[in-house]
C-alpha cells in the first residue's frame, strides 16, 4: 500500500446485516483514516483463513475486469464479475455485475453449501477461490476468496486484511461500494427471485436475517434424529434451542393431531437400518411417511420456510422407490460411505432441500444396491442409521 493512503476504519461496531431499501447514514459513526503502518484497530481485520480446493479454475480475463470499466468504460453489469466473461447469462443477485451462465450454475450449486465446521465452503462472490478469508462478524461468517477482493476492490486488498485482527465483510458494512464491488438493495429478495428464476422445481425461500430466524420444529418418524440436530446446531443450544417430535408408530396418528404438535419446518423420516428387524413391510414406512407429510407441510401459497427428507436404506425394493419418486415428483439421490476405495454403505433419500441435488454433493455411483444390501447382511457390517449417513 502507497504511504499516506488511508484506511477506512469504523469506530462503532453495530451490525447491518441489511440495508435494503436506503442506503446507510453515517451520522453518529466515525470514520477515521490511519496509515496502514497502525494496525490497532479493534473491529475491521481478519483472524481466520481457510485453505480449500476451486471449484472453478479462474479465468485470465478476470485481471481485466478494472480496466474494462474505468477505462473502456464498460458496465459491470456487462462482465462476469467471478470470471471475467463477457458473455453475460444474467445478473449477479449480490453485487451488480453480470454473471455468465458456467459461473450461474457454479453459483447455484455452491452457495449454499457449507463445511463440516458450519461455514461456507466457497466465496460469496464467485463461488470459487482458494484462500478464504471470513468475516468475523459472529451474526455472518460469510467468505471471500483473496483474488474477488484484490481484482473487485483493489489491488492488495487481501494484504490489508490479513494484517488486520477482526474483519467485516462486504455484506455487513454500513456503506455499499468498495471498488468495483457495490452491494445492492433488499439483495435477500434478489438473492430468492435468482434461485427461483434459475433452479429447476424446487421452491427457493428467502433468506432470512439473524434476527428473523425461529428455533426450528421438528417431527422426525421411524427414527429418532435427536442426535443429528443437536450436532448440527438445532437443538439444545442458545443459538437453536429447537423442540423435535419423534413417532416411531403412526398408525393412529390423524391429520387432527399433526396440525395441534405443529407447524413443522422439517419433517424427516426413514426406513429401518439393513440387517435389521422391522415390524411392517418396507413400503409400509414410505406410504405412512407420505400420508403425514401432507398432513403437516404448509398449504402451497405459504411463504413459510418449510424442508422434508425421506431415506430408504436399502430396504425398499425398486419397484417401491419408483413408486416414492412419482409420489414426491423428484427422482432418488443415493449417498454413500467408502472406506479404502469400498463402498461400506449407502442409502437412497428424496428431499426438497437444494443441495441434495447438487453436483457437489456424493454422486450417484453405479452400484447393485440389492447386491451391496446383501454383502452387508453376509458380513454382518450392519449399516449405521440412515441420519447418521
Request: proline share 6%; with cysteine.
Amino acid at each position: 500500500m502507497a504511504q499516506g493512503e488511508p484506511v477506512l476504519v469504523l469506530s462503532d461496531t453495530d451490525s447491518a446485516e441489511d440495508l435494503e431499501e436506503v442506503e446507510p447514514s453515517f451520522s453518529g459513526i466515525t470514520i477515521e483514516l490511519q496509515d496502514t503502518e497502525s494496525t490497532s484497530s479493534d473491529v475491521i481485520s481478519v483472524d481466520s483463513l481457510e485453505e480449500i480446493m476451486p471449484a472453478t479454475p479462474s479465468s485470465p480475463n478476470r485481471d481485466l475486469i478494472a480496466h474494462e470499466v474505468n477505462e473502456n468504460q464498460r458496465s459491470i453489469e456487462e462482465i462476469c464479475i467471478c470470471c471475467g466473461s463477457f458473455q453475460i447469462h444474467t445478473q449477479h443477485p449480490l453485487f451488480h455485475g453480470g454473471i455468465c451462465a458456467p459461473c450461474t450454475e457454479n453459483f447455484l450449486e455452491t452457495f449454499f453449501l457449507y463445511d463440516e465446521d458450519g461455514f461456507p465452503s466457497f466465496c460469496t462472490i464467485c463461488c470459487s477461490g482458494k484462500t478464504l478469508l471470513m468475516c468475523d462478524d459472529p451474526a455472518c461468517n460469510r467468505c471471500y476468496c483473496l483474488e474477488c477482493l484484490d481484482v473487485l476492490v483493489s489491488p492488495g486488498t487481501a494484504e490489508k486484511a490479513k494484517a488486520m485482527n477482526t474483519w467485516l465483510c462486504f455484506m455487513c458494512l454500513p456503506w455499499s461500494s468498495n471498488g468495483l464491488l457495490k452491494r445492492k438493495k433488499r439483495w435477500r429478495a434478489k438473492l430468492k427471485c435468482f434461485y427461483d428464476q434459475e433452479s429447476n422445481h424446487l421452491e427457493i425461500y428467502q433468506p432470512l436475517s439473524p434476527w428473523e430466524r425461529k428455533p426450528i420444529n421438528v417431527l422426525t418418524l421411524f427414527d429418532n434424529i435427536t442426535t443429528e440436530m443437536k450436532n448440527l446446531g438445532f437443538l439444545g443450544s442458545s443459538l437453536g434451542d429447537g423442540r423435535l417430535i419423534y413417532l416411531d408408530d403412526v398408525t393412529n396418528v390423524l391429520r387432527i393431531d399433526v396440525k395441534g404438535w405443529g407447524p413443522f419446518d422439517f419433517i424427516f423420516g426413514s426406513t429401518p437400518p439393513v440387517g435389521n428387524s422391522y415390524e411392517h413391510p418396507p413400503a409400509w414406512y414410505f406410504y405412512q411417511y407420505h400420508r403425514i407429510l401432507q398432513y403437516g407441510k404448509p398449504p402451497e401459497s405459504s411463504q413459510r420456510p418449510f424442508f422434508w427428507m425421506f431415506v430408504d436404506n436399502l430396504v425398499l425394493e425398486k419397484e417401491d422407490r419408483e413408486t416414492a419418486s412419482r409420489f414426491f415428483k423428484m427422482e432418488a439421490v443415493t449417498i454413500h460411505r467408502e472406506h479404502a476405495e469400498t463402498v461400506q454403505n449407502a442409502v437412497i433419500l428424496w428431499s426438497n432441500i437444494p443441495s441434495v441435488k447438487s453436483k457437489y454433493s456424493p454422486s450417484d455411483l453405479d452400484l447393485d444396491l440389492d447386491l451391496l444390501a446383501k454383502d452387508i447382511l453376509k458380513t454382518r457390517l450392519f449399516s449405521q442409521r440412515p441420519a447418521t449417513l
